[in-house]
């Protein structure tokens, strides 16, 4: 069976307010139930929206990063259902006129080996619902999200293996948190993916009948989505039964997925246009705000996305994948990356450090690059000079991590500014460890070669990690054969 993926990926705008009115867009774990209301999100009668020029912004710079058509005329329309988290019976979207169609992104599979191109349908604006907070045996609602600006992204059915889907919205993630758009915090609700899938047996023959699985949250719970719905539809297929559309709700932690409702189409929802808001015109937007040189706005900027910047890590400093990710998920860390490598230092000895030591800290990366920058850049320096051994350098790292000391200090505190120790003084060392491990030693002899790291860690030690493990191992070998 042939696998065919389409996504519709929710991307929450990091924009200051909501989309129809002034509330703050802040959706903080720790905020307050209700705070950020007013009468047009929480839907009171003859209250009426006004539509957020950011926002409109916002999906503009969208349609630069999917070199897609841009709509000359854009308007919303009203989507109509009941449910409890939507007070005004409907939800304010974009049918008929979405800002963006027919767009494409670059993106890689394969440990970023492999080069792909996602076709997008379209990227429509839309207001958020409230969350519904189920306590025992009540719902309680909390309008704070009610109202908050998304950007629905939908690709065509382009996918034809989940590895190609989850890698495609990995970039659109990173794409969002390079240009400042969106915060995508997939944990937070900032990034919600439906997923859309269907089989066939061979490649000619016409799309199967899709399910949809909604409100996907982790990358993870994608990959078993997709796998778990291809066996169930597998199995249905293989039976001689029919796939029914309709859509279903992922239960990720009983790995199974639950019927929502049944085929739905646009007659469902009874699309109609928004009376309250009148249609726009977002190219005469984006002519004006590119133009006028006396006020300042997010269309200025330069688009980044990372598909080259990939190539360049994969390329020229011969990246893996962990220390790509670990860049591209934090433009910060990936600005000051860059600017670390254009003063000359080596990019695998940033890359190294960034993704190891400081990931596995409990230092933020706001922090570190507030308070410890300069450290940084001293310390590189000091593992330019080539004159502290990888030991020393890794505990130094360390120290300087854990403290933020000056590095002169933590050098003279850890003894590495002595003078190196003479091969008469490393062999007393040596030979005193061996005395103290005879055990060990026999081990060895009989054959059990790992020791060898036992024996390097106790001597290096001994040393403060001053001595070359290479001599070491060269040394506790021509002890041995004596």
């Known amino acids: 069976m042939l696998i065919t993926i389409g996504l519709e990926i929710h991307l929450k705008l990091n924009t200051s307010s909501k989309i129809f009115c002034r ?32 926002c409109v912004e916002k999906a503009i710079q969208f349609w630069k990063i999917f070199n897609a058509e841009i709509a000359e005329i854009s308007s919303f329309d009203r989507k109509n259902y009941f449910y409890p988290d939507l007070p005004m019976g409907f939800q304010i979207t974009q049918f008929f006129h979405p800002i963006i169609r027919n767009g494409k992104l670059k993106y890689r599979t394969d440990n970023f080996e492999t080069q792909n191109t996602a076709q997008i349908h379209e990227a429509h604006l839309e207001c958020d619902t409230a969350k519904m907070i189920h306590q025992e045996k009540m719902t309680l609602i909390d309008f704070n999200r009610a109202g908050t600006p998304l950007l629905e992204i939908v690709t065509e059915p382009t996918f034809s293996s989940a590895e190609q889907a989850v890698e495609f ?8 948190r390079r240009n400042h758009l969106s915060d995508a915090d997939m944990e937070k609700g ?26 996907i949250n982790t990358f993870n719970a994608m990959k078993r989505a997709i796998q778990h719905e291809t066996e169930r ?18 239960d990720d932690m009983k790995g199974e997925s639950l019927l929502m409702r049944s085929k739905e189409d646009a007659l469902d929802y009874r699309y109609f246009p928004e009376p309250d808001l009148p249609a726009f015109t977002a190219s005469a937007t984006t ?11 997010s269309l200025n900027s330069e688009i980044q996305t990372s598909f080259d910047y990939i190539r360049t890590c994969k390329q020229e400093f011969g990246f893996s994948k962990e220390y790509i990710n670990t860049l591209l998920n934090d433009k910060a860390l990936f600005d000051s990356f860059f600017q670390l490598v254009d003063e000359g230092f080596a990019p695998k000895n940033i890359a190294k450090r960034i993704a190891g030591p400081l990931m596995k800290s409990k230092i933020s990366t706001e922090i570190f690059l507030t308070n410890y920058a300069t450290l940084f850049r001293d310390f590189l320096t000091k593992e330019k000079e080539g004159w502290l051994t990888d030991n020393q350098l890794k505990l130094l790292f360390d120290e300087l991590l854990a403290t933020g000391d000056p590095l002169e200090e933590i050098i003279k505190r850890k003894g590495f500014d002595t003078p190196a120790m003479d091969t008469e003084t490393l062999e007393k060392i040596i030979e005193e460890v061996l005395t103290q491990n005879p055990i060990q030693v026999q081990q060895f002899k009989d054959g059990k070669e790992a020791l060898m790291g036992f024996f390097i860690g106790q001597i290096m030690r001994k040393t403060w990690g001053s001595s070359d493990p290479q001599t070491i191992k060269n040394l506790i070998l021509n002890k041995m054969r004596l």
């Open 23 to 54: 509330c703050r867009n802040d959706q903080s774990l720790d905020l307050k139930p209700n705070t950020n209301i007013c009468p047009i999100c929480t839907g009171q009668p003859g209250a009426l929206p006004l539509l957020s020029q950011e």
């Open 169 to 176: 919205a990995k970039e659109i993630q990173r794409v969002a």
């Open 190 to 215: 900032q990034m919600r993916i439906d997923v859309n899938l269907s089989l066939r047996k061979n490649e000619n023959d016409p799309l199967g009948t899709r399910t949809e699985m909604k409100n």
């Open 233 to 250: 539809q597998t199995a249905i297929l293989e039976s001689g039964g029919t796939v029914n559309q309709e859509t279903r709700k992922r």
């Open 287 to 297: 002519t004006h705000q590119e133009t006028a040189s006396n006020q300042e706005s």
